[in-house]
């Protein structure tokens, strides 16, 4: 069966860093658009990040552009969000998804496009 379990979150300073990874099992990993979201207390999941199947295209929500960059390695099934220059507003739990179109050509940023998502890992920036 399908699993997603992230690993990363924790404590961190505004300004600080953080690196999100999320292991992937029971699917070709390699054929699917992958994301991160995420959702802060009170408000609804928003979409944050997501790359194409062989990692060639990345699109990124305009709050975290330039500060949080995505990435695979299809060798090791794992997806990675590096988020740099933190900010209180990043606050938040963080899921990784994966997309149930395979080899769709473009990345999607609705989350009704992702069927398997994980627990989620709780960053919280603060000082």
């Known amino acids: 069966q399908v699993q997603l379990v992230e690993s990363g979150g924790g404590l961190a300073q505004p300004g600080g860093s953080l690196r999100l990874s999320c292991a992937a099992s029971?699917?070709?990993?390699?054929?699917?658009?992958m994301s991160w979201a995420r959702q802060a207390p009170g408000k609804g999941r928003e979409w944050v990040s997501g790359?194409?199947?062989?990692?060639?295209?990345?699109a990124y929500a305009d709050s975290v552009k330039g500060r949080f960059t995505i990435s695979r390695d299809n060798a090791k099934n794992t997806l990675y969000l590096q988020m740099n220059n933190l900010k209180p507003e990043d606050t938040a739990l963080y899921y990784c998804?994966?997309?149930?179109?395979?080899?769709?050509?473009?990345?999607?940023?609705?989350?009704?496009?992702?069927?398997?998502w994980s627990r989620g890992t709780q960053v919280t920036v603060s000082s």
């Open positions: 998804a994966k997309d149930y179109t395979p080899n769709r050509p473009s990345v999607t940023n609705h989350l009704y496009e992702y069927d398997y």
């Open positions: 029971g699917f070709t990993f390699s054929s699917y658009v």
């Open positions: 790359i194409y199947s062989d990692g060639s295209n990345t």
